[in-house]
């Protein structure tokens, strides 16, 4: 089994009871899903977050944790929620009404006739979304950007967490009227604002 070799994408885990890894989800149509993030930068903005409200996750690499993870309630499909940014508003990110992070994400839900399948990448359709919504922020090697970011050391990559969120600016108005998308970029230390495809 192969799971996210092409791209990599990334998790937050926390310890549980009997130290048990738990991997955090969301709720989606398609019941529990895993969130996945495109670069560990971005996972550690929103691991940063739930530290501030005494929730510790850390960041996974989701081709390490145990593939079954990804099994949906009934057998029979693999499921994530791929994060591609934050929902935002005249240049603000936007919060859930009870605070927690919002997000403007890709829900990717890969069968077969068979049961799920044994590998699991992203797909033409997200692809593209991520293509897209990168281009419009002008970070046409978003690839190679955050490929380039396993490579970084400690001190780098805790410069560009504070920096993303230091510069963030917060909302709290109803996700629905929101019109664009925040995308970080690591190069530079600056959010972008981009109009979002059905996400």
């Known amino acids: 089994m192969h799971f996210f070799s092409d791209i990599p994408v990334f998790v937050l885990a926390e310890r549980g009871d009997g130290n048990k890894l738990e991997i955090a989800a969301s709720e989606t149509a398609a019941g529990p899903a895993v969130s996945c993030f495109l670069s560990p930068l971005h996972a550690l903005i929103d691991a940063m977050y739930w530290a501030g409200r005494g929730k510790p996750y850390e960041v996974r690499h989701a081709a390490l944790i145990a593939p079954e993870t990804f099994i949906n309630t009934d057998g029979t499909a693999l499921v ?31 069968s077969t006739a068979h049961g799920p399948p044994p590998f699991f990448e992203l797909d033409p359709e997200t692809l593209g979304q991520v293509e897209g919504m990168h281009e419009r922020a002008g970070m046409y090697a978003w690839r190679e950007i955050y490929g380039d ?22 909302s709290t108005v109803d996700k629905s009227v929101c019109t664009k998308a925040a995308l970080f970029d690591p190069e530079f230390g600056q959010w972008h604002f981009v109009p979002f495809d059905n996400l």
């Open 80 to 110: 994530a929620q791929l994060r591609v940014g934050w929902p935002a508003l005249d240049g603000k990110i936007v919060l859930e009404s009870n605070g927690n992070t919002a997000t403007c994400a890709k829900l990717m839900v890969h």
């Open 149 to 170: 970011m396993l490579e970084w050391d400690k001190g780098r990559l805790e410069w560009a967490v504070r920096r993303a969120l230091e510069t963030m600016k917060i």
